[in-house]
């Protein structure tokens, strides 16, 4: 049934839910509001991962709210000596001052001047990290997915529980004004009873291509990077495009998917799944790279409020993505999460 809301109605209602999108993390947001910082004390911020999410989207969010916040970058962590060295450059540039450049994580945490972290390491360092920096008292924006492996999840939640510190995780959709639009239009009832919700994500090539680089091992403490996986020889692949190597990361549907599924909870206010079945495999990118992620992989979950989620991904073809949430009444498409419409 084709639903009486209008796109650009739609739309208003989604701004006039959220605002805005902050790049500026909400939990170090928290911190200046709730007291944990004095009055007229800065913000010190130290980056464990310094690759693209680090350098790039986590750098430029705290330092594009870094005079509001009265918030700066005191130190960088990366087992890449090329990396540490590009992060203090922009640090150095903005702040008028080097940071402190650490190997190892541990290192960095050890700073008694460090209020908070932000985590934008490899996938199977997360939860690593994460209890470290809580451990320390550093309070927390870690990348997602946040665990890889449920044991040491539960050690690291077990270890935020006790700490009193703030941690966030980076689902960051939540806080677009059309998913907001969107969660109030479904508990309005505007769509029904919601029975299904789809993702189907097509891209030419899997994205862990384009992180392949140059790696030299003497630039490199492989032993940091590998943490507690099985040593082995150094390999440049490995290093750069870790998202394509299933030990250290589990492919789109934990990494992409965790955006998707976040938002299924967010929109529909479910809570746990009571099943899912994950099948799938690499059938399309065999080369000398031998990336072992999926690269065509489906998820189904079922949900005891009555309706079936399912993410089917194939990186081996660009013909866009579709993302749509089912009900009785009429149907929420999120193909674009920026302008979702009924």
Known sequence: MKSNVSRRNFLRQGAIVASGVSVFPESLTILKKGGSLGANDRLRIGIIGCGSRGNRVYMNGIHNHAEAMNAEIVAVCDP???SREQTNIK??????????????????????????VMIASPDHL?????????????HV???????????KLIRATDAVKKSGVVVQIGTQLRSLPGINGARELFRQGKIGKLSR???????PRPYWYGYLRDVKEEDVDWKEFLNDRPVRPFNPDV????????????GPIPNLGAHFIDIVHYVSGAGF???????????TWKDEHKFTTPDCIQATWTYPEGFLVSSSNNLGNGMGSVRNFYGDKGMIRMSNWNEPFV
């Open 91 to 116: 640090v150095k540039e903005w702040y008028g001052h080097d940071a402190k450049q650490f190997v190892s994580y541990r290192d960095l945490l050890q700073m008694k001047d460090l209020d908070a």
């Open 239 to 250: 290093y750069s495009a870790w998202y394509g190597y299933y030990e250290f990361s589990h």
């Open 141 to 151: 924006y870690v990348e997602k997915p946040l665990a890889m492996d449920m044991d």
């Open 273 to 283: 799944p009571e099943s899912c079945v994950c099948l799938g495999g690499t059938f």
């Open 126 to 138: 997360h939860t690593t990290h994460l209890e470290a920096a809580v451990r320390a008292g550093k």
């Open 80 to 82: 890449w000596r090329v």
């Open 197 to 203: 919700v789809e993702e189907c994500r097509n891209s």
